[in-house]
């Protein structure tokens, strides 16, 4: 066959795999129909990474449009599921998929597989190995799992020195806040990501504001050992002729510092509850809802259509 033949033949083929392509919209719209994997493989014609290409754009349409791009993660899981199935040797939807698929543990657990697939496409590369450390001690609360993946990382090309550090303390019963904010930094430098970059910003912003009410926390333990009883309000621990602390530190947010009153513990007014791994306050939620069983995080999770027999 010449050249020109050749071209013409490419052209026929793509015409056809594009024919059998939703809308391009649908994606945003909500009405995106996903095949299985192994439906979109049989149907691209030798053409996998053009559709592999079209399926990661109908991804990149959730994540920008106006709702919450975790309310649709069933959709994102099955799109990079596909996208990673026509062409493993993709790089930045391994971890896209880390960064979005958080709405409820089973997602996350994908995530995670989907990180996984992306280590064995890209065994030189530290950074997937870095999310799906991420993904176990943040959201998974598996430090020992979290310690292993970051461990096959440390010896790679670009790896952060700080990474033994980081599995020594996942390794031990210091896994707290500098671990947390170690993490959360790392994924904020690399990430280009508006709405991920906020999320990040958020997490690190409570981790400062936790760094300071468990200042308070150790005067509040000092009072209760002076007086023999507990502090009725904040303010109580820079009160008094021999107050525990000179001045109560500054609430990072310009508000206060306040007893919750169900939970009894010091917390920042502007913030209104303590720290605890998550990016914000829906991620709280959710880890809230894994913990109590509750499959309420299913609803409205806009489930893509699995694809059958038809082509």
């Known amino acids: 066959m010449g050249q020109l033949g050749l071209a013409a033949a490419v052209v026929v083929a793509t015409a056809a795999v594009h024919g059998r392509m939703p809308a391009p919209a649908r994606a945003a719209q909500g009405e995106l129909f996903v095949p299985r994997p192994e439906v979109a493989r049989a149907t691209a014609l030798g053409f996998d990474g053009v559709l592999a290409d079209y399926y990661w754009l109908q991804a990149i349409q959730i994540v920008g449009g106006d709702a919450?791009?975790?309310?649709?993660?069933?959709?994102?899981?099955?799109?990079?599921?596909?996208?990673?199935?026509?062409?493993?040797?993709?790089?930045?939807?391994?971890?896209?998929?880390?960064?979005?698929?958080?709405?409820?543990?089973?997602?996350?657990?994908?995530?995670?597989?989907?990180?996984?697939?992306g280590i064995e496409a890209h065994p030189h590369d530290w950074r997937n190995r870095f999310y799906l450390g991420f993904n176990h001690f943040f959201y998974l609360q598996e430090p020992i799992e979290a310690a292993d993946a970051l461990e096959g990382a440390i010896a790679l090309p670009g790896a952060p020195l700080y990474l033994h550090r980081l599995v020594a303390r996942l390794k031990s019963a210091e896994a707290g806040l500098e671990v947390a904010e170690a993490f959360l930094r790392e994924l904020l430098r690399g990430e280009l990501d508006p709405k991920a970059q906020a999320q990040f910003e958020s997490a690190l912003d409570e981790i400062a504001t936790e760094r300071l009410a468990r200042v308070l926390d150790a005067a509040r333990n000092a009072y209760v050992a002076r007086h023999g009883r507990d502090i009725a309000s904040v303010e109580e621990l820079a009160a008094g002729p021999a107050p525990i602390l000179r001045a109560l530190p500054p609430e990072p947010h310009g508000g206060g510092w306040a007893v919750d009153p169900t939970t009894g513990q010091i917390v920042s007014d502007v913030v209104g509850h303590r720290y605890e791994p998550k990016l914000d306050p829906v991620s709280r939620q959710r880890l809230e809802r894994w913990r109590a069983g509750d499959d309420e995080g299913r609803a409205g999770n806009g489930a893509p259509a699995q694809e059958g027999s038809e082509g």
């Open 68 to 117: 919450l791009p975790e309310a649709r993660a069933d959709v994102l899981a099955a799109l990079i599921d596909v996208v990673t199935t026509l062409d493993p040797r993709v790089d930045h939807p391994y971890r896209f998929a880390a960064v979005w698929l958080t709405d409820r543990e089973e997602s996350v657990r994908k995530a995670n597989a989907l990180l996984e697939r």
